[in-house]
């Protein structure tokens, strides 16, 4: 009650209005605290409240960025400045507007895309990371609904800032006593040519493919922007492929209503529903989907007359498959290549890199994570080769610092036309791997919790696991053979409320708290001979830890 008293004191009369019509209800839950980072930034819904996000609240997150900036960068922050960008959701060209203000008091030079337009994350990533700017924001919710948007911090390698950072730009907030009366510089903003744009799908254009296509087969694509960010730079690269391509016409554009995309995330099978009524009459081969901010990507493909959807685990599983045989055909393996996955995404890519030689390091869910491993390991003289997490995210290359739909998408279209002239679809692929390390089967499954207190009873529910599941008990007929408590203490890992059953040796159950949403995630990897025994197995695991 004294956020919400203060803001009755102190905010603007028109918003005073709104406020005294609030319920108990969401007085509580928008005045309860003041809104968080989580694994990939702040996120939440646009309306009043120290919990929400709002011009106020993007101010003092922009402010403690200022502190940081200046405190981590000193003058080099002050001579070479941030990126600014933002997606296609409400307000997000106002709040990128008020953010460079804010900046502008710290004499941190502020730059914008032309026009300040709404772009991609992966392309303000690549900005950041392949020119002088020490950091970068961008305004953005990635996949959440209509009714959100969010505020993401970058350093100068453009990845995102980690935890331990967060946390003390979450101190700097504290430095401000009243929210409505932070200082702002207006018009100081700049604004960078095409040229950023053009280099960045210039190096995506020379640093993916391994072969020119199109070939005898010519495949035909149907691309899906859900009302985003993708369209502009994905029809350049679909033309530089010299494929046949179409787009969901209703869905290119920005639209932050989402009005032909109601469910504008690729991991949602409904995503793809509006793109498959035009391409059963058109004889499209595959449709990829991205997401509002287009880091994160999907695919459905035509097998046996059939829509499937490929999950965040099976596409990277062919894609690290492919890169890695088409190195080894050219010989381009070396000793100190290596690829990284979070410990929530399926192992079973790990036994392809061991038969090329190739290493396997994990990170915790979040691709700032992911990051800071490529990078341990690129100072380290190695080279990755991919890097992946299960949430439909990748680089094919890190000169991009975030996920990166667009170096998929160039990748997706050289595999898949490749296959093709084998004969193949990428089902036949993936039972192929399978033949080769055997049959692997993952399955991602959320339980939400809103309200005020959901995250209480997440917290219950996983104590209960962790309290009542011990080695050796038998769950559904599955040995407990190993147990890793991230919270209490795993090997060297930070601490983090993460909890992992390994069972029968081989099946992996992994249960955590999501970072951005109100969701407790059950991630289930299970190894098996065959289909139909990996498909017992996932239900009597369903069984017992999700319903």
């Known amino acids: 009650m004294e956020n919400y008293k203060f803001w ?26 003041n809104i968080d980072f989580g694994t990939a930034g702040l996120r939440g819904k646009i309306t009043w409240g120290t919990n929400a996000i709002n011009e106020y609240t993007i101010s003092l997150a922009t402010f403690s960025f200022g502190k940081w900036l200046i405190d981590k960068y000193g003058k080099k922050a002050v001579k070479h400045g941030i990126v600014i960008a933002h997606d ?31 772009n991609p994350t992966p392309l303000l990533s690549f900005t950041i990371a392949n020119n002088n700017f020490v950091g970068g924001i961008n305004i953005t919710a990635s996949h ?85 960010t993708a369209s502009e730079i994905a029809e350049k690269l679909l033309k530089f492929s ?16 989402f009005k032909y995309s109601p469910f504008p995330n690729p991991q949602d099978k409904q995503s793809f529903d509006l793109a498959k009524k035009y391409a059963n009459k058109n004889g499209t081969d595959l449709i990829f989907a991205t997401d509002p901010d287009a880091d994160r990507f999907g695919l459905s493909i035509k097998h046996n007359d059939e829509w499937v959807e490929l999950n965040g685990n099976e596409l990277p599983l062919i894609q690290i498959y492919y890169k890695l045989n088409m190195l080894k055909e050219r010989n381009l393996i070396c000793k100190n290549d290596f690829i990284v996955r979070s410990i929530v995404t399926s192992s079973a890519a790990d036994e392809v890199a061991k038969n090329f030689n190739v290493n396997v390091f994990e990170s915790y869910t979040g691709f700032k994570n992911i990051i800071e491993v490529v990078e341990k390991q690129t100072k380290r003289r190695n080279h990755c080769l991919f890097a992946w997490e299960e949430s439909y995210g990748s680089v094919v290359m890190p000169f991009t610092k ?41 399955k991602h499954t959320v339980k939400r919790f809103d309200g005020i207190d959901g995250k209480k009873e997440m917290k219950k529910i996983v104590n209960d696991f962790r309290n009542n599941i011990k080695l050796g008990d038998n ?19 930070p601490k983090d409320n993460i909890l992992v059953f390994i069972l029968d040796k081989k099946h992996r159950v992994t249960i955590r708290l999501s970072g951005t949403e109100p969701v407790l995630r ?25 319903n």
């Not at 010299?242 to 209503?257: C, G, L, M, S, T």
């Not at 160039?410 to 080769?436: C, P, R």
């Open 242 to 257: 010299k494929i046949k391509y179409e787009f969901v016409q209703e869905q290119k554009y920005p639209d932050p209503n």
């Open 475 to 493: 769950l559904n007929g599955h040995l407990v053979t190993e147990k890793r408590d991230y919270l209490s203490g795993y090997k060297k890992w």
């Open 522 to 546: 059950f991630y289930l990897d299970i190894s098996s001979e065959n289909e139909k025994e990996a498909k017992q197995i996932e239900q009597d695991l369903l069984n017992k830890f999700v």
């Open 402 to 442: 975030d996920k990166d739909s667009f170096q998929a998408l160039v990748q997706v279209i050289e595999l898949v036309d490749f296959y093709k002239n084998q004969g193949k679809t990428l089902l036949d692929v993936l039972d192929q791997i399978y033949d080769e390390y055997g049959f692997s089967l993952s």
């Open 144 to 228: 959440n609904p209509p009714t959100d948007n969010g505020f993401k911090v970058y350093d100068q390698i453009g990845k995102q800032l980690s935890v331990g950072e967060t946390k003390k730009i979450k101190q700097y907030s504290q430095e401000v006593s009243n929210i409505f009366q932070i200082e702002k510089i207006i018009d100081k903003e700049q604004y960078l040519s095409q040229r950023y744009i053009e280099d960045y799908i210039e190096r995506i254009k020379k640093e993916i493919p391994f072969i020119k296509i199109p070939t005898q087969k010519q495949i035909k694509i149907m691309f899906v922007a859900n009302n985003g």
């Open 88 to 118: 296609n959701r409400r307000y997000g060209s106002e709040y990128s507007l008020i953010a460079a203000s804010i900046l502008a008091t710290f004499n941190i030079p502020v730059f914008l895309f032309p026009k300040n337009k709404p």
């Open 8 to 33: 009755l004191e102190n905010a603007p009369e028109d918003i005073k209005k709104d406020l005294i019509k609030l319920s108990e209800e969401d007085i509580k839950f928008f005045f309860e605290k």
